[in-house]
């Protein structure tokens, strides 16, 4: 359902999905771009949109993995939902290059050793 053109789209397949979850104990999956169909700046309301399924109970997503924007969102839910315990996905994803021990104090090591 697109919410540009039903004000409540939205809220209704978070309904449906959590009472999906809850109740029949299945599985959902849903096309992440039909809830900002004919809408400017589609990316933003999907991009909101997911995490917010995620949260609902959703399993599953229909997306354009090439869209980086979109991934975060997807991991920034699952951080925030409990998904990924422990954070591990998203610091496997995100951490900096300092975090794996190549901080300047470390390469200064090296440098000397040469």
Known sequence: MPIGAIAQAGNQVFELVRRLRSELKVNTTCG????????????????????????????????NP?????????R?????????????SW????????AEGNNSRDQRRRRRRV
């Open 76 to 88: 920034a839910g699952d951080v925030l939902t409990g998904v990924d315990d422990g954070c591990t």
């Open 91 to 98: 610091i496997k994803a995100y951490k900096t290059p300092s």
């Open 66 to 74: 090439l869209h980086p924007e979109l991934v975060q969102a997807i």
């Open 32 to 63: 992440a771009s039909n809830v900002s169909f004919g809408l400017p700046q589609r990316s933003g309301i999907n991009n909101a949109f997911l995490p917010m399924l995620v949260a609902a109970g959703m399993t599953s997503a229909i997306v």
